[in-house]
């Protein structure tokens, strides 16, 4: 799997923003779909205010905000919530180590994963990454098709409910892909 390839694609479905923020399954959120479990997490992450270091306190209060903030917001709704900024190369970092973690669980999950061609395994870590390696072990008859090699029946059976058109689109081509891998 080509980790660049893979950021690029996160940055553009999953977006790409330096304040904290509900995604769309209501976790507090940074960059391009780093989850933060708890105000403690946040106050250990890099964060700055107008170009000076935050305090962990400062981060731990734009967390409470954006959590007691409704769901369903586009991040920008956000943004007037939070004082708190990270900057791209954190976020980058944070990135990196998310993609190696997540690739790491889905190697463990998936028995086959090291036998499947790059662009099935950028498909199902898109997958994956988006609903969670649970929500992904939901598609049975995809993974089925997958163990099976039959990337035209994982490309049908990939679409996800509540993702835009252009992302399960993007994820289907890439089991289509496979094929020819």
């Given at each position: 799997m080509t980790s660049a390839s893979v950021i690029a694609r996160l940055k553009e479905f999953e977006g790409y923003v330096s304040y904290m923020y509900r995604c769309t399954g209501g976790e507090v959120t940074i960059g391009a779909g780093h989850a933060i479990p708890a105000a403690a997490d946040?106050?250990?992450?890099?964060?700055?205010?107008?170009?000076?270091?935050?305090?962990?306190?400062?981060?731990?209060?734009?967390f409470a905000r954006v959590a007691a903030?409704?769901?369903?917001?586009?991040?920008?709704?956000y943004e007037n919530l939070t004082?708190?900024?990270?900057?791209?190369?954190d976020i980058d970092a944070?990135?990196?180590?998310?993609?190696?973690?997540?690739?790491?669980?889905?190697?463990?999950?998936?028995?086959?994963?090291?036998?499947?061609?790059?662009?099935a395994q950028e498909a199902l870590f898109d997958m994956g990454y988006n609903?969670?390696?649970?929500?992904?072990?939901?598609?049975?008859?995809?993974?089925?098709?997958?163990?099976?090699?039959?990337?035209?029946?994982?490309?049908?059976?990939?679409?996800?409910?509540?993702?835009g058109d252009a992302r399960n689109r993007e994820t289907a081509n890439l089991f289509l892909r496979a094929a020819g891998a």
């Open positions: 946040a106050a250990k992450l890099s964060w700055s205010i107008g170009g000076t270091a935050a305090t962990p306190e400062q981060a731990q209060s734009d903030a409704p769901i369903g917001w586009v991040a920008g709704g004082q708190c900024r990270m900057s791209a190369d944070l990135l990196r180590a998310d993609i190696a973690l997540f690739e790491a669980k889905l190697a463990a999950t998936l028995p086959g994963w090291a036998s499947y061609p790059e662009p609903l969670g390696v649970g929500g992904l072990l939901k598609f049975r008859q995809l993974l089925a098709a997958v163990d099976a090699g039959q990337w035209s029946t994982a490309a049908a059976q990939c679409h996800r409910m509540g993702i």
